[in-house]
């Protein structure tokens, strides 16, 4: 009986539209149709269909969801330039939002357990896009390694043909960082194998009977210590960037009501809920949202940040803007503090990787030169083999505008600070050689305190340094 009330999906496509009618709902301005609130929230939600798209395997959603992000980066651009800042209150009292946010909190938690703890196939068109993106990343490379198998005999153009036909399995960063982050997909990879492995040696199967479902406790080489491991740390990651967007709003903004707001709105997107657990995703954000928190401490920042630039590399273009921020006071804590940070956890990765050998073997993935020589792209850029030459324009333009983010505005506050950090992380999608444009974490939780904040002018690093971080 119980059954009945349990026992329910909510397919991607049917959350986006729950999605864009409760933010509608919540944060549209009626009264002011034309108003920045209105473009910001029709930005927003301009990411959800191509995302859909890419869930699907359509080249065309990674198209859709880099054209929003570069609109929404354009919007953090221009963001300085806004002086009038008017405080625009939600349609929802407090404690609806509380209640909004607590309970999209408790159904985010079942979710990363549900997605973790279960497999799709390609019959299963409703199941989460985490899962999707996985399983279709996964089908491709399980063709090629098995068309490496059943070749034994190729030509050494052939070889070489095949070996260009692989596929990154994830973007620069710290091997045992990236290894973690790769433990969902690896042990779905290898019960896919095992499936195609059985499906061509077994001639006798019937292939009318449909693809199963596996659950826990039918997985043989289930890695539960593993996966409860990948739980806990989303779950972990996921609350402390909702809870560093309320204190960020509360502490630094002087509002509470606008702390949970933003925070309602980030988990209202279609995106937060239906990749609910990409540890490469998650740690990244949540350790930026925490270095804006503690922009008042110049140190503390800097460890976040350089341990953020350290796992996934793409935030060490922050550091530029960061230190110019800092230039009238705490450069040299913030500087040096990042820095070795930065070091140090490339010192720690050496014994982990194997030694010096093993290290500068994979030098490339740690340092994203992958994404710079790498003709094995996944997503966006794999359009050919010749797609480097592509990328190289692109990474030089966002070279560019890191050096003009780091001398524009000259008074930087820490609202330019944000709006600048949110648009160098959207930036990074267009470099990032694995599924660039869906690591939205990292600039999301930025652009919407950007949305929600006031003027800002007076919150300098020369005022605001030397003050305690918990006093207004």
Not at 107 to 114: N, T
Not at 178 to 194: E, I
Not at 242 to 266: C, D, P
Not at 277 to 295: C, M, T, Y
Request: hydrophobic residues 50%; charged residues 15%; neutral net charge.
């Amino acid at each position: 009986m119980f059954e009945v009330f349990l026992l329910y999906d909510v397919n991607p496509t049917t959350w986006f539209y729950l999605s864009l009618l409760m933010i509608t709902g919540i944060f549209f301005k009626f009264r002011r149709m034309w108003s920045v609130r209105n473009l910001d929230l029709f930005l927003l939600l301009l990411l959800g269909p191509g995302l859909l798209l890419i869930a699907r395997d359509f080249y065309f959603g990674y198209v859709m969801v880099l054209t929003s992000v570069m609109l929404l980066m354009m919007r953090m651009i221009c963001d300085p330039m806004m002086v009038r800042r008017p405080l625009l209150e939600v349609n929802l009292s407090r404690g609806g939002l509380i209640f909004t946010c607590v309970a999209l909190m408790v159904f985010q938690i079942a979710s990363v357990v549900l997605i973790q703890t279960s497999d799709c196939n390609e019959s299963q068109i409703n199941a989460p896009l985490e899962q999707l993106i996985t399983y279709h990343l996964n089908d491709r490379l399980v063709t090629l390694d098995l068309e490496r198998e059943m070749d034994q005999e190729l030509s050494a153009d052939e070889k070489t043909q095949t070996e260009n036909k692989a596929q990154l399995v994830h973007g620069p960063g710290l091997p045992f960082f990236t290894k973690l982050c790769d433990f969902p997909r690896q042990w779905r990879y290898d019960l896919l194998k095992k499936k195609r492995l059985e499906q061509m040696t077994d001639q006798s199967a019937d292939e009318s009977v449909p693809p199963q479902t596996y659950q826990l406790d039918q997985f043989p080489i289930f890695p539960i210590a593993q996966i409860r491991l990948t739980i806990f740390l989303s779950i972990l990651a996921q609350l402390a960037i909702v809870l560093g967007i309320v204190l960020v709003s509360w502490k630094h903004f002087e509002n509470f009501n606008t702390g949970i707001a933003a925070a309602t709105l980030y988990m209202l997107l279609p995106y937060v809920a239906q990749m609910p657990s990409r540890l490469d995703h998650l740690i990244p954000a949540a350790l930026l949202v925490w270095a804006v928190f503690s922009w008042r401490l110049p140190s503390l920042a800097g460890i976040l940040l350089g341990t953020a630039a350290a796992l996934s590399y793409y935030p060490v273009f922050l550091i530029p803007l960061w230190c110019a921020f800092y230039w009238s006071k705490g450069f040299w804590r913030f500087f040096i503090t990042s820095l070795g940070t930065f070091l140090l956890l490339i010192a720690i990765s050496i014994p982990l990787s194997g030694g010096w050998g093993a290290f500068l073997a994979q030098s490339g993935d740690i340092f994203g030169c992958v994404g710079l020589f790498s003709r094995n792209a996944a997503g966006f850029w794999d359009i050919s083999e010749h797609s480097v030459f592509y990328r190289l324009p692109v990474i030089a333009i966002y070279l560019v505008l890191v050096f003009i983010l780091t001398f524009w505005p000259s008074q930087k506050n820490f609202g330019t600070l944000m709006s600048s950090s949110a648009a160098l992380m959207a930036g990074a999608q267009f470099c990032h050689p694995f599924q660039g444009g869906t690591y939205m974490a990292w600039f999301l939780p930025l652009m919407i305190l950007v949305i929600f904040r006031p003027n800002l002018e007076n919150r300098t690093a020369a005022r605001g340094i030397g003050r305690h971080l918990y006093r207004i």
